[in-house]
């Protein structure tokens, strides 16, 4: 595996995780921003899809996954090598 496994694998679980997550940051969002309009998350995330469709949950998503990726991978490169150096084993 080494390195280029490692930064492949943490960049799909970058996007993963962005995908899983985006829908609910922007429910987050709009519903900091005009809570009064919604009574709920769920209110919130239906009247989103049914108004402009199931893509806006997604909406924001390059951003997100362009902050994510690089410390994604910078961490998960330093655990594994910090593990090394202490551990003294592969992984």
Known sequence: GGV???FCATLVSSFCANTVANP???VK???QSSAAEYGSMVDCFVKTVADEGVLKLWSGFVP??????????ISLLLT?????IVTGKES
């Open 80 to 84: 594994d090598h910090i593990t090394k």
């Open 4 to 6: 280029p496994m490692l």
């Open 29 to 31: 969002s709009r519903m």
């Open 64 to 73: 997100a996954f362009l902050k994510l990726a690089p410390y994604t991978v």
């Open 24 to 26: 609910f940051d922007v």
